[in-house]
């Protein structure tokens, strides 16, 4: 690639939905720019999967893709691929072959997932856990997959280490005899306590052990500055804060360290309209419980024991954290429901100046709707997916680049409408979740996930004509 590291695309442009829908954007002067006609660099096109035949996908001219690892995809050993694909990075590169780990956000209690003798599961009635795939992206195609984690619930969108392990992340804290509110008050069947991040091998060898110094909350995403080793950690909740986990020992999170929460200073609560470009302070405070989780006399448990200490300290309060990526020496981070639209807020946090700085505000769902999952492209700039889970369905799951300039650019739209032509699955998906977006280190392959009916994609291109 030819570009810079903080150079990804050009500025001056709006982003409309290809159904139609005029789309407003703002930079990061907080121009408001409209445009009357779908405008998106080059247009999308519905494009057939190499694997199954059909258009699952809408990608700029001159981009291909296929599709493996679907749900009830037999794997080694003859176990069904589980379903709710989310994040997903590449942890390993050996030549043209890439392994790839891949998170399962299940959150049904039962027998856990089959790990072909290797260590126990952590919970053998939570059916969550991460998935290994080995790619060739040379000849583009799968070679192999296979159980690399069980036993956990509802791994979201974790993250990579610079060690080549996974950090796998349970997006709750129920646990043995807990009522699920979120199921008809439902009592749960776990035999261990969750709401933990785990480091994952690929080759399945983990010990199941919950690295507790890191907290117990609603966890969604992690990154590790490459510098220090310190570990950044996102809150999935509408009252949510940002977190950091500092290692006793570099690169050895098990030997236990100190969780410390984000106080922007001056800015108690970041979830309303801020302005593009906006910079704050940022100050860190130890968090004294990060275990705390304990449930109620009345079998809930609490999701906020973790934020509550943080609230006392000061921590400002951000809505509903998700997606968390370092690169360029920054660490972004998405707020899926923040700002005056409740749309989406993109941040970028500087640890060496120890800055925050809004890169970009949604103005309209129409935009860009909710962003969840993220990473940094190598060309510098960010790849966001789109997470819409509240019946808007005007128009389909989307992912867009976003520059480092604030410049918003719609890179793919999912256009799976299925009749049973793969594993049987019928219905229209097309607003269902992107997750997983990361690259190959080379830049050739972005692979990324359709959580429903669970997909992992790997897309090609000229990458230099979209970015």
């Known amino acids: 690639m030819a570009h810079s590291r903080r150079e990804f695309l050009s500025a001056g442009f709006s982003v409309c939905s290809a159904f139609g829908v005029s789309a407003a954007l703002t930079s990061l002067s907080g121009r408001l720019a409209c445009g009357g006609s779908p405008k998106v660099g080059n247009s999308l096109v519905p494009t057939i999967d190499e694997t199954t035949g059909l258009p699952l996908l809408r990608l700029p001219e001159g981009f291909r893709y296929l599709s493996f690892g679907w ?3 037999l794997m080694k050993g003859g176990v069904a691929t589980p379903a709710a694909h989310d994040g997903m990075g590449v942890v390993a590169v050996d030549g043209d072959v890439l392994t790839l780990v891949r998170n399962h956000e299940v959150g049904s209690d039962g027998p856990a997932l089959s790990r072909l ?23 583009g195609k799968l070679l192999d997959s296979w159980v690399s984690f069980a036993g956990t619930s509802r791994n979201c969108a974790g993250g990579i280490t610079p060690w080549g392990t996974w950090l796998t992340c349970e997006e709750t804290v129920l646990g043995p005899g807990d ?51 310190i570990v950044y950690e996102t809150e999935d909740r509408t009252t949510s804060a940002f977190y950091r986990f500092v290692p006793q020992k570099n690169g050895q999170l098990a030997a236990g360290g100190t969780l410390e929460v984000a106080e922007v200073v001056g800015q108690p609560d970041l979830r309303g309209g801020v302005a593009a470009g906006a910079e704050f302070d940022v100050r860190w405070h130890q968090i004294s419980d990060p275990e705390k989780a304990h449930s109620s006399n009345k079998g809930l448990p609490d999701e906020l024991g973790v934020y509550k200490q943080a609230a006392k300290l000061g921590a400002t309060t951000f809505a509903r954290l998700e997606g968390c990526w370092f690169g360029n020496e920054y660490v972004y981070f998405d707020a899926t429901s923040g700002g005056q639209a409740k749309a989406g807020q993109i941040w970028k946090y500087d640890p060496v100046t ?34 819409n889970n509240y019946g808007v369905t005007e128009f389909p799951q989307r992912m867009f680049a976003l520059s480092q300039e604030g410049n918003l650019k719609l890179l793919a739209e999912n256009n799976v409408e299925l009749r049973g032509e793969k594993n049987g699955f019928k219905g229209d998906f097309r607003n269902k979740e992107w997750a997983g977006a990361s690259f190959s280190p080379d830049g050739v392959w972005m692979f990324a996930n359709i959580q429903t009916p669970g997909i992992t994609f790997a897309i090609t291109g000229p990458w230099d004509s979209v970015m």
């Open 179 to 229: 009522i699920d509110r979120y199921k008809k008050d439902v009592v749960r069947g776990f035999k261990q306590e969750h709401g933990w991040i785990f480091e994952v091998h690929p080759d399945g060898s983990s010990q199941p052990i919950p690295l507790k110094s890191m907290g117990r909350f609603v966890h969604e995403a992690v990154c590790i500055d490459h510098n220090t080793g």
């Open 71 to 73: 749900t009830r995809d």
């Open 354 to 387: 120890e800055k925050l700085t809004l890169l970009f505000e949604s103005p309209a769902k129409q935009v860009l709707n909710m962003p969840d999952n993220l990473c940094v492209s190598p060309q510098g700039g960010l790849v966001l997916c789109e997470d």
């Open 117 to 139: 003798g290797e260590a126990a599961a952590f919970d053998s009635q939570a059916q969550g856990g991460c998935t290994t795939l080995v790619f060739d992206s040379k000849q």
